[in-house]
């Protein structure tokens, strides 16, 4: 694989559009929860949805792409602040 590859793919992969789509897959999935929660108990949302390996990775990217995000737009500035 070249650079320029991998450039465009981490660009693209933690991308301000990718991340507000993660999102609204984060939303929907505590929406869901917050649900199954109220009719079937906590211990039912905590397996069907926060103990499940797609949520952690949802939370590890969407951690990862904060991160990039900030150093990206250099919001660490206290004119940015």
């Known amino acids: 694989m ?3 590859f ?3 793919f981490f660009k693209e992969f933690f991308s301000m559009r990718l991340m507000a789509v ?3 897959v984060f939303l929907a999935a505590i929406a ?3 649900f199954i929660e109220s009719l079937y108990g906590i211990q ?3 397996i069907l949805v926060y103990n499940h390996w797609w949520f952690e990775i949802l939370l590890v990217y969407l951690g990862l ?3 990039s995000n900030i ?3 250099r919001m ?3 004119e940015k602040i």
């Open 22 to 24: 993660a999102l609204f």
């Open 71 to 73: 150093v990206k737009y």
């Open 65 to 67: 792409s904060l991160i």
């Open 2 to 4: 070249n650079s320029k």
């Open 32 to 34: 869901i929860a917050t």
């Open 76 to 78: 660490w500035q206290r």
């Open 6 to 8: 991998l450039d465009n």
């Open 44 to 46: 039912a949302a905590k």
